[in-house]
């Protein structure tokens, strides 16, 4: 499996796979169905949509996983300057990776690879929204070295000498 830089190339198939996730997250959270949500509201979650799309491929921070020309893995992230007192801060917007292949590395290697490539480019800290039901989720965070806060928002300091990239 390869963890590679977004590339225009992916749009269809990460959308296909974020859409996937987006709807197994509604599945488990809101009482509504997916069928039933209005069509401009759907078109325009997640970070692969039309309107975000373009500022996650041009951040250097968006990767995804793939092999034998199939994406199974992505995550979304760009560099936000001046957000309290840090001055570069990685802002994860999502991640996900097919169910058929979780918990075989997939997320820990896109997650290791944003937070890596953020380091190289100045980024003093990384901050991911969580979902506070998705155990595997916030237990990768911690394995990485994330703070939990109300286990809605993970933190790391990517300045800390103990950080193994």
Avoid at 1 to 23: F, G, H, P, T
Avoid at 135 to 164: T, Y
Wanted: proline share 2%; glycine share 6%.
């Amino acid at each position: 499996m390869e963890i590679r830089q977004l590339k225009l190339k992916d749009i269809e198939k990460v959308r296909a796979l974020e859409i996937s996730c987006i709807k197994e997250y509604f599945a488990d959270t809101i009482e509504n169905k997916w069928e039933d949500l209005p069509k401009e509201w759907k078109d325009n979650l997640g970070a692969s949509s039309r309107n975000h799309f373009a500022s996650y491929l041009e951040s250097g921070l968006s990767f995804v996983a793939e092999e034998d020309g199939e994406i199974y893995g992505f995550i979304f992230a760009k560099m936000l300057e001046h957000i309290f007192d840090v001055n570069k801060l990685v802002w994860i917007e999502n991640m996900g990776v097919h169910p058929y292949v979780r918990r075989n590395a997939i997320g820990y290697k896109l997650l290791r690879e944003v937070l890596k490539n953020g380091r190289e480019m100045g980024a003093e800290a990384a901050h991911s929204m969580l979902q506070t039901g998705n155990a595997p989720s916030i237990m990768l965070h911690k394995k990485i070295g994330f703070f939990m806060d109300r286990r809605e928002v993970a933190l790391i300091d990517l300045k800390d000498p103990k950080l193994k990239l």
